[in-house]
């Protein structure tokens, strides 16, 4: 009986249990969301009574929105690009008024005496 040394019976955490054995199931409520591209995504929640179940969903296929209206899902959240310092500077200012804050830096540079020795007066 050379190799024959498996363990018999049943080990801690070996394999599935029955209520039985580990208790009953907390109860549970499936609740229903879809998406824009007809996905149907079925979260579990507890089953009570003080639990709010949120309006909106992320679908589990493809990360859109979903809710629990079949035929009217939500839309898709539409996200900004990023944008740059510079871009939001623009948003603010117009074109007159950056040329006049850099006319007003370049006076301010020259009352100081910055940038001449480079230049050789």
């Not at 190799?3 to 049943?10: D, L």
């Not at 229903?32 to 149907?40: K, L, R």
């Not at 909106?56 to 035929?71: F, H, I, N, R, T």
């Amino acid at each position: 009986m050379a190799g024959n040394n498996a363990i018999k019976g049943r080990r801690v955490g070996s394999g599935p249990m029955g209520e039985s054995e580990r208790g009953e199931s907390a109860p549970r409520v499936f609740v229903s969301f879809w998406c824009g591209n007809g996905h149907e995504t079925r979260p579990s929640f507890s089953g009570h009574n003080e639990v709010e179940i949120p309006q909106v969903w992320d679908c589990s296929s493809c990360g859109l929105p979903a809710g629990q209206d079949k035929e009217n899902p939500p839309a898709r959240v539409q996200t900004e690009p990023y944008k740059t310092h510079l871009a939001y500077v623009k948003e603010r200012r117009s074109d007159t008024d950056g040329a006049a804050l850099l006319d007003e830096a370049i006076a301010t540079m020259r009352a100081r005496g910055v940038g001449r020795g480079a230049q050789g007066s």
